[in-house]
């Protein structure tokens, strides 16, 4: 089965830990992931400067090694992502910031990405 998922619980939620566990069992499962939209507080994962205290896991890295692992695309709402400080290189650029903080593996994408994408899609679920 095709799946897009819309993560929009700030890391620290439990909603973000749910989203995070169930997208790799889809995979691990064997469906496909169409793509990640991450919308609202949950683009603060994207952040390369997230810092969990040393007995919490790191939704980052577990993030990134989704995307290593199934090239699945996380991609993180623009304006949501600049209204939280989290930026890529472009962005910084555009709008003179003195560095950008996007994490690998995540990309910046406007809400038209993510509708352009729904198209093969077969269940779309949301974590808020």
Not at 43 to 71: G, M, N, Y
Not at 87 to 110: C, R
Request: hydrophobic fraction near 50%.
């Amino acid at each position: 089965m095709i799946f897009s998922v819309i993560v929009r619980a700030a890391p620290d939620n439990v909603g973000h830990l749910l989203a995070l566990n169930t997208c790799e069992e889809l995979i691990r499962q064997g469906h496909q992931l169409e793509q990640i939209f991450f919308y609202e507080s949950a683009v603060v994962a994207a952040s390369a400067l997230l810092l969990p205290e040393q007995d919490e896991l790191s939704v980052t890295r577990r993030w990134q090694a989704l995307f290593t692992a199934s090239e699945v695309p996380l991609f993180v709402c623009v304006a949501a992502a600049l209204k939280r400080g989290v930026v890529n290189e472009q962005e910084a650029t555009s709008h003179a910031l003195p560095a950008h903080n996007l994490a690998d593996g995540f990309e910046i994408a406007g809400l038209g990405e993510w509708i352009g994408t729904l198209q093969p899609t077969i269940k779309q679920v949301t974590f808020a």
